[in-house]
């Protein structure tokens, strides 16, 4: 078996070099409309839509873990959220369950005001649409 790079041997000193051309750096903004990605403190990605005052997502843990995927729909009126939540087939768990969210002022952070299971999260927007 050929190795040119000898990968499979611990000892050598094996190295690759992967060129990086171009970096962007995406930065949420505070806008009126919640429409982005957003994260939540247990790494989970939520790509949110706001319709008028519905709001969707579609939450989802790291590739292909499995670990969660969910939809939500809600109402956002007064610096809340109301909707509900559901676990789709792709994810481990299939539950759901009503859910309420805080809107801080600059509309870049999520907190849960009633849920039963996802009171510890907290939902942070990584960048706009």
Same mark, same amino acid.
């Given at each position: 078996m050929f190795d040119r790079c000898q990968a499979s041997d611990a000892s050598y000193a094996n190295q690759e070099i992967h060129p990086v051309y171009a970096i962007d750096v995406i930065d949420a903004t505070s806008q009126e409309n919640l429409t982005g990605v957003w994260g939540d403190n247990f790494d989970m990605t939520y790509y949110l839509n706001q319709v008028g005052d519905t709001v969707w997502w579609f939450g989802m843990g790291p590739f292909r873990n499995g670990s969660m995927a969910q939809v939500f729909q809600?109402?956002?009126?007064? #610096?809340?959220?109301?909707?509900?939540?559901?676990?789709?087939?792709?994810?481990?768990?299939? /539950?759901?369950?009503? $859910?309420?969210? =805080?809107?801080?002022? #600059?509309?870049?952070?999520?907190?849960?005001?009633?849920?039963?299971?996802?009171?510890?999260? /907290?939902?942070?927007? $990584?960048?706009? =649409?």
């Open positions: 809600g109402v956002a009126t007064d #610096g809340t959220i109301a909707g509900s939540w559901q676990d789709v087939p792709l994810a481990t768990d299939v /539950r759901g369950e009503p $859910l309420e969210l =805080a809107i801080d002022a #600059g509309r870049m952070h999520l907190t849960p005001i009633s849920s039963a299971s996802l009171s510890n999260r /907290r939902w942070r927007k $990584l960048y706009d =649409a």
